[in-house]
């Protein structure tokens, strides 16, 4: 798995911009497909018919691979790709952004569309939450009861997530741990437990850590 930077879903973030009597509104979104990237433009396009112009981007994919933007009807260039510039200075995959334009009747020029999409896109992504897709690894710890407390006060002291605990005639402990940070985490186990325990990988798994 590779780590990647996106921001926190479940919610649309926004932000406003006014210049020269023209209002940009930019909508942020988490997506992770194409069609949830369509569905988001459709949807703010939906809300927001009576503006001027919807121009969108949107970058996919935990390689950024997937890319797409669109101009609604401004001149070529001015909107669309300063939207998904903005996107790509922050280093964000996962994304889509649609900035909403209602027209105040002073023409800005190509390179005020550029500078006002860009910076509507902009403000809308410090707008929302960033967080680091971080690789962890997955490692069943089964251990007798008479070593639960004392590994689960190692465990809180050096920050180790449970991720859950199945308890039977032994206690299995589901642990959430950076890569990098197991074999001495194992280590440590060995130790305070003199080897009393079974540890089992059992995969990996991207979680969101706030950046």
Request: proline share 2%.
């Amino acid at each position: 798995m590779k780590n990647f930077k996106t921001i926190r879903g479940g919610e649309t973030f926004t932000a406003e911009y006014e210049i020269k009597k023209s209002v940009f509104i930019s909508h942020v979104r988490h997506v992770e497909t194409e069609e949830g990237a369509r569905e988001f433009v459709a949807d703010i396009k939906k809300k927001y018919f009576d503006a001027t112009h919807n121009c969108s981007a949107w970058i996919l994919g935990e390689n950024g691979d997937k890319q797409k933007s669109n101009d609604d009807g401004e001149p070529g260039g001015t909107a669309g790709n300063p939207i998904l510039d903005a996107i790509k200075k922050n280093e964000l995959t996962n994304i889509a952004v649609v900035v909403t334009r209602y027209f105040g009747g002073i023409k800005l020029g190509a390179s005020g569309l550029i500078r006002a999409y860009s910076h509507t896109a902009a403000l809308g992504i410090a707008a929302a939450q960033i967080v680091q897709m971080t690789t962890f690894k997955k490692i069943a710890v089964t251990i007798e009861y008479p070593f639960l407390a004392q590994v689960e006060n190692f465990l809180r002291n050096k920050k180790i997530s449970v991720e859950s605990a199945d308890y039977a005639a032994d206690v299995t402990l589901n642990i959430l741990i950076e890569p990098a940070a197991a074999d001495n985490f194992l280590a440590d186990l060995t130790e305070l437990t003199a080897a009393n325990f079974l540890a089992e990988d059992t995969g990996e798994i991207l979680i969101p850590v706030a950046v």
